[in-house]
């Protein structure tokens, strides 16, 4: 049964996973997101994203443990050891959300639910998180049988509410309400109950209508913005700026504010 469901809405793709009964993400739930993915990179037409759970009060419960007790199983009978001083490459999970981070087009989270390990690292890929209200919880539990958030959740929870509070959280696998994820920035606004979709389309439209170039190149340098000095965002900030300035659409628009003597939001 297919887990990945792909709608359009005008300009922009909404995206559906589930996997009845208790929405868990596991082995099947992956390539068909990053199948998803890639097509909607390369679908012109598609200007912004939003992922959403498709059970009632789930948006991803978290990934199926009884997964990952198996390859555990398999590895310890396999005598596998870990060099932790090497580094593994990325894996099919990872370049999914790598997919998501890097595509030059919004990719908003409409958190319909519980949102808890692989779930919730799958919000932290997204650009904007909008989480329903409702009592349900969110976060990083995985330290609770003995493993960690191991999909992303260590660097960028932390790089959201700071160390102090992101030690606090995965060491405790202490989960959030979604009144608590706002006050501490995980979610960037509330929804009202059964309202994460409607208020994420609300703003995906928004956002695709903005001129797409200038918005793929702004995710670009945000996003990257934690990641490289001042000094190199800077040049490259100053790079896309210019070739901005030389595009049709930034002329015709910056044309129609002076000769229509507008104000910079009437547009």
Avoid: W
């Avoid at 009632?56 to 007790?69: D, K, N, T």
């Avoid at 001042?230 to 930034?250: K, N, P, S, V, Y």
């Amino acid at each position: 049964m297919p887990q990945v469901a792909v709608e359009r809405d005008d300009r922009v793709a909404i995206v559906t996973i589930t996997n009845p009964p208790m929405g868990y993400m596991d082995s099947g739930t992956v390539p068909e997101l990053g199948a998803a993915m890639l097509e909607l990179e390369a679908d012109e037409s598609v200007r912004a994203v939003v992922i959403t759970g498709g059970l009632p009060g789930v948006f991803i419960r978290h990934y199926s443990v009884a997964e990952l007790g198996a390859m555990s199983t398999v590895l310890r009978e396999r005598g596998t050891s870990v060099d932790i001083e090497s580094r593994l490459p990325e894996r099919d999970l990872d370049r999914v959300f790598r997919r998501m981070e890097t595509m030059p087009k919004p990719v908003i989270a409409a958190v319909n639910g519980l949102a808890m390990g692989g779930g919730f690292e799958l919000m932290l890929a997204c650009d904007i998180r909008i989480a329903e209200e409702g009592d349900y919880q969110m976060g990083l539990p995985e330290i609770t049988v003995g493993i960690l958030p191991g999909a992303g959740g260590t660097q960028k929870l932390s790089r959201l509410v700071g160390m102090a509070r992101a030690l606090e959280m995965t060491l405790r696998g202490r989960t959030v309400s979604p009144r608590e994820a706002l006050a501490l920035g995980i979610v960037q606004e509330l929804a009202p109950a059964g309202g994460a979709l409607e208020a994420a389309l609300t703003m995906a439209h928004e956002m695709a209508a903005k001129p797409a170039r200038a918005s793929g190149y702004i995710k670009r340098l945000v996003r990257a913005s934690v990641e490289t000095s001042l000094e190199e965002g800077l040049a490259l900030e100053r790079t896309l700026f210019l070739d901005l300035m030389t595009t049709e659409e930034a002329h015709q628009l910056m044309s129609k504010m002076n000769a229509e003597n507008l104000d910079i939001r009437q547009l």
